[in-house]
């Protein structure tokens, strides 16, 4: 079946480098080669590297200082102008770069035309990538230090709290609440060991290395670099402008701390139900029902939860992207902004309201002292009290379960069983079992390094403040 051709509107913006096409995009297809809806976010980045590639072309005598000068006062306005939303950018310009060539060579004539000598936008965009990386790494490692000091803080108010740990998310042993709570300072710290490892590999600088071998111009690497606060530069220009595993990297750290967060959120969500009734949330994180007058629902913890989907899935896209590229540069990679930028905006909305829920968020001690002694959290206790008396600790497993099995029949605590019960499941136990029982007393007697007691939780706690400052 004959289908209409769609009007294809050809371009009017001339682009400075169509020498070589004698046929201009229609609007589809520049559409489609356009990347200014996400490359805009680096126009800050592109600018700054033009600045130090500029200086570093007039040390090396390869433009004048004249030129120089019109450059710099070209950029800066143009800074200005985009800051103040006033740089038009048609998308036939395709990117950023482009757009910001244009404006410079529109503003300050030939002189513009020299700021891209011995680059090419395949080294640029490398470099504006690193430069928003590095940007990236160091504001969430901020926001996740303050998520830390603020769960360092509520586990220091926690005081001596007991609360149930949980596994399989039934009732396991009891530990103080603190000690929970800095679990997830733990997992956050990994978070940002990983940024600071993936900011390593970050932290190189590819200019230089043009399209795909570099130049015959005589350029001034480590100069560029060291102007940009650069560690190093890349060694080889293929892998330099092809090279897009610092942004999977920082995807993948982005998308390990949304899946902690995620973690963090769910547990919070259950602990906050009637049912738990552990925590309460502060009105302003929740939202309430358009049907229901009573609903407290903890919709911000859920979408910070449903935020790792947002970040496992761009950090997919990514290694997707990635996957089987032909050495070097290919256009693909011109999308990987639309995965990395996603991903780190996405933790980057959930970090930035976490330290608040955390901040604001009381523990119940009044409901979770009540149900304390549900589910004989002393249970692993007494089986090691038993052991400490020359039992086999597989054979007091099994007296122990057999006094819970009774317990339960009862309707009581193990604890609220008579001595002479206890006695009779094993003649070892003695009127001491009576410190070793009951969730308070079981907290005060874990002996070894990082457990759930108060010294570890005080050690912890030392330790955490010191390095959070
Ligand atoms: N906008 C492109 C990107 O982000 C850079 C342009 C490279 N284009 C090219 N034809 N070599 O990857």
Redesign the pocket.
């Known amino acids: 079946m004959a289908t209409k051709k769609a009007k294809k509107t050809p371009s009017k913006v001339k682009k400075s480098w169509h020498g070589r096409l004698t046929a201009e995009a229609d609007a589809e297809t520049a559409a489609l080669l356009t990347?200014l809806d996400v490359?805009q976010t680096l126009w800050r980045y592109d600018i700054v590297a033009s600045l130090a590639h500029a200086q570093m072309l007039c040390e090396q005598k390869l433009i004048t200082r004249a030129d120089l000068t019109k450059i710099k006062s070209g950029l800066r306005a143009i800074a200005g102008k985009i800051e103040a939303g006033g740089l038009t950018m048609p998308i036939e310009l395709?990117?950023i770069?482009m757009v910001i060539e244009k404006a410079l060579i529109d503003r300050v004539g030939a002189a513009g035309g020299k700021l891209h000598t011995g680059r090419?936008?395949?080294d640029?965009?490398a470099l504006d990538l690193r430069l928003w990386a590095r940007d990236a790494v160091d504001n969430s490692t901020d926001a996740v230090a303050a998520l830390q000091r603020a769960l360092v803080d509520l586990a220091e108010r926690c005081g001596d709290l007991v609360i149930p740990a949980y596994t399989h998310l039934q009732r396991a042993q009891p530990i103080l609440a603190g000690h929970n709570l800095l679990a997830y300072v733990e997992m956050l710290q990994r978070d940002v060991d990983r940024l600071a490892d993936a900011r390593k590999r970050i932290n190189v600088c590819p200019l230089g290395s043009g399209?795909v071998a570099g130049t015959s111009l005589p350029l001034d690497r480590q100069r560029t670099a060291k102007l940009l606060g650069f560690k190093t530069i890349t060694r080889n220009s293929i892998d330099a402008t092809s090279d897009r595993d610092f942004l999977a990297e920082l995807c993948f750290a982005c998308a390990m701390l949304a899946v902690h967060l995620s973690r963090w959120a769910e547990d919070w969500i259950i602990y906050s139900t009637a049912e738990f009734g552990m925590i309460e949330l502060h009105d302003a994180y929740c939202t309430s029902s358009s049907m229901m007058p009573q609903k407290k629902n903890a919709d911000t913890l859920e979408l910070i939860r449903a935020k790792s989907a947002m970040a496992i899935a761009q950090l997919t896209g990514m290694l997707t992207l990635l996957k089987g590229l032909p050495l070097a540069?290919n256009?693909d990679?011109?999308d990987?902004?639309r995965f990395a930028f996603a991903t780190v905006q996405a933790t980057t909305r959930a970090l930035a309201v976490a330290a608040g829920v955390v901040s604001t968020t009381k523990f119940n001690p009044d409901r979770i002292t009540a149900d304390l002694d549900k589910g004989h959290l002393d249970a692993t206790a007494l089986a090691e009290y038993i052991t400490t008396k020359g039992t086999p600790f597989r054979t007091a497993h099994q007296i122990v379960a057999k006094l819970v099995v009774r317990a339960d029949a009862a309707g009581k605590t193990l604890a609220e069983l008579p001595l002479a019960t206890l006695q009779a499941a094993c003649r070892k136990i003695g009127p001491d079992v009576r410190r070793h029982l009951g969730a308070a007393n079981v907290v005060k007697r874990y002996a070894t390094q990082g457990a759930a007691g108060k010294k570890q939780l005080l050690k912890q706690l030392e330790f955490w403040k010191k390095k959070l400052g």
């Open positions: 990347s490359d395709e990117d770069h090419s936008r395949n640029q965009v399209a540069y256009r990679l011109q990987d902004k």
